[in-house]
């Protein structure tokens, strides 16, 4: 079980955090953290995600705020970076990735000649968290290494703080609460491409509320694999403009959940065979319906509380695969080879549904 240091140091610490952006708070966690321990390992979280309001900021963007704030330690050894990915159903997959990072980073520093007999047992590790969290539930988690309880002194803002006053036509960057290196990175992005997007986005969601409600919203989604590849969208809209979704849309007040997967996936992707548009009947006969999956973490979108329904639509393998064109509110539709899709490609949550669905 865990237990808390007590008067001597852990070799290796554990901090996760989004960091975005990193700002004070975070700052006297890992200094803190740096004085209890020979090294600590920064774990950068939303590492596989695409820009958006809520992760404006890249996993290299975050690392460089990071490397650049704690120069000295970086180039001493002791602050190590690496990045962390989500897999937003599945804590038993989070909680994987995590210990493998650390057993490879700590095998790999620790034990520069290979020797690995123990593996990680003949280091003391620690998970360093403060009360601002849920570090309880982490360390719930993790009971095999200590734990590391800190303090964020006068702590009364947050990375969400910063967010709200940075994304503005005029934005603002609080000098107060950023060290110099992360300020700067901050005014430099300001003025870019990426920005002015990220400010569209920002004012598009934050006018969501008041025109559609605040949900629940129902909608449903199709996971279409054939012959090794899946049938994905461009968004041709806010939010989300120029990323790839899975086919789908809101469900009709008239409407079932099923026929809605059938229908958006018609209008999005005009989906044919030889003989034309594949008619709603044929579709369904593609379902496997063993494999349907409601998806309903509450934060999956920022327009609001959302739940999808997804299908899985499994067509005959092919060398020749089925016709697709965009409609509707897609840019454009095509076949997308499984193995060459990123994380940071997709809309909201769809990587993760495709994760799950798609076995990947």
Do not use: C
């Not at 966690?29 to 695409?50: E, T």
């Not at 002791?78 to 990045?83: G, N, Y």
């Not at 360390?139 to 800190?150: M, N, T, Y």
């Not at 012959?227 to 403009?241: D, Q, S, T, W």
């Amino acid at each position: 079980m865990a237990s808390k240091l007590q008067g001597q140091k852990a070799d290796y610490g554990v901090f996760i955090g989004r960091f975005q952006p990193l700002h004070a708070g975070h700052e006297h966690i890992i200094r803190d953290s740096l004085d209890r321990v020979g090294k600590l390992i920064v774990l950068v979280g939303s590492a596989n995600v695409a820009r958006d309001p809520r992760n404006p900021f890249t996993y290299a963007e975050r690392e460089h705020m990071l490397r650049a704030s704690f120069a000295y330690e970086a180039a001493q050894g002791r602050l190590i970076v690496e990045p962390l990915d989500d897999h937003l159903y599945s804590d038993t997959a989070w909680v994987t990735e995590v210990q493998r990072k650390v057993n490879a980073i700590v095998l790999r520093d620790g034990n520069p000649e290979g020797f690995t007999a123990n593996g990680t047992r003949d280091f003391r590790i620690a998970l360093a968290g403060y009360g601002k969290d849920n570090s309880s539930y982490y360390l719930k988690l993790f009971p095999e290494w200590d734990s590391i309880q800190l303090e964020a002194e006068n702590l009364t803002f947050s990375a969400t703080d910063v967010r709200d006053r940075f994304f503005r036509r005029i934005p603002d960057v609080p000098h107060a609460i950023l060290s110099k290196p992360v300020a700067d990175q901050l005014e430099a992005f300001a003025k870019g491409e990426d920005f002015r997007r990220l400010l569209a986005e920002r004012e598009y969601l934050d006018a969501y509320p008041a025109e559609w409600g605040e949900g629940p919203f129902v909608t449903a989604d199709a996971v279409v694999i054939q012959a090794g590849h899946i049938l994905l969208v461009e968004r041709g809209r806010l939010p989300g403009k120029g990323l790839l979704a899975l086919p789908g849309g809101f469900v009709g007040k008239d409407e079932r959940i099923r026929d809605a997967a059938i229908r958006e996936l018609r209008e999005e992707t005009g989906i044919s065979d030889g003989k034309g548009q594949i008619p709603p009947a044929m579709l369904a006969s593609f379902i496997e319906d063993s494999a349907t999956r409601v998806f309903d973490a509450p934060n999956r979108s920022l327009r609001g509380r959302i739940i999808t329904h997804a299908f899985l639509f499994r067509l005959p393998e092919r060398r020749k695969l089925a016709g697709v064109k965009g409609g509707d509110d897609a840019a454009h539709a095509r076949w997308y080879r499984l193995g060459e899709l990123r994380p940071e490609m997709l809309f909201e949550d769809h990587w993760s549904i495709i994760e799950q669905m798609a076995d990947i």
